[in-house]
């Protein structure tokens, strides 16, 4: 499992929260057109040589929740898919933080919380 993020802080704080137990790649940005950065900007040559390289069964992508992490996503996900199209692509849950409530959360939170609601059993 290869968990993807745009840079070495955002490891770190996965890595703070002891949920993941996998490996990294840095991308060192996300995609920008606005601001000219490209894939060949970014970290993704050599991702595309670990796709090829290790036995990956699923990839996690961690990066924001906003239009450049989205189209950072969809290029990630569209790269793997031409690699290797048997990989589980999965991305981070994003909603509400602990403790926090639903009258100061802004629309784009709370759209990200209920799309990414589980199932509590029954």
Request: hydrophobic share 35%.
């Amino acid at each position: 499992m290869i968990c993807v993020v745009e840079q070495v802080p955002d490891l770190m704080a996965i890595e703070r929260s002891s949920a993941y137990r996998g490996t990294y790649h840095v991308l060192h940005g996300r995609l920008s057109p606005i601001n000219g950065v490209g894939p060949d900007q970014l970290n993704f040559a050599t991702f595309e040589q670990r796709l090829k390289d290790e036995p990956v069964t699923e990839i996690v992508l961690a990066l924001g929740n906003d239009i450049e992490g989205e189209a950072t996503c969809h290029y990630i996900s569209e790269t793997i898919h031409g690699v290797r199209p048997s990989i589980k692509i999965s991305r981070i849950g994003f909603g509400l933080p602990s403790g926090s409530g639903l009258t100061f959360a802004d629309p784009a939170t709370l759209r990200s919380a209920l799309e990414g609601r589980r199932d509590v059993g029954n």
